[in-house]
């Protein structure tokens, strides 16, 4: 039944000094974990802070649902967007995904 054993385990070398590898250890990858990425997200939440306070009327933006319009008016936590020339939808604030270019609205309303 000696097959069953390892040597190290047999010599009793197992263990020897795991504590601080494990530790080392621990540390190296809480370091991975934050660089690629809890920080990459905290660059990501704060540069879409930035946009949603930068937000004015007349801006063209997407919301997270895809839906293309033009702000018609802002409150500190809802706005109007002109998803058509006849339809405006009270949307919230924080649910706009991106900020377009000018325009892009009246090439999609032409296209309809």
Do not use: C, Y
Not at 15 to 32: D, E, R, W, Y
Not at 91 to 100: D, E, L, T, W
Request: no cysteine; glycine share 12%; net charge negative.
């Amino acid at each position: 039944m000696d097959f069953f054993i390892s040597p190290a385990m047999a010599q009793g070398g197992a263990g020897g000094g795991g504590g601080m590898s494990f530790l080392v250890f621990t540390l190296v990858l809480i370091a991975v974990f934050w660089f690629l990425v809890i920080r990459p997200q905290q660059k990501r939440m704060k540069a879409h802070r930035q946009m949603l306070s930068e937000l004015n009327e007349g801006d063209e933006v997407v919301t997270n649902g895809g839906d293309l319009g033009r702000i018609t008016w802002l409150s500190d936590s809802w706005m109007g967007l002109q998803v058509t020339p006849e339809q405006e939808w009270v949307v919230q604030r924080q649910f706009v995904a991106h900020q377009m270019p000018k325009g892009t609205v009246e090439q999609s309303w032409e296209q309809d």
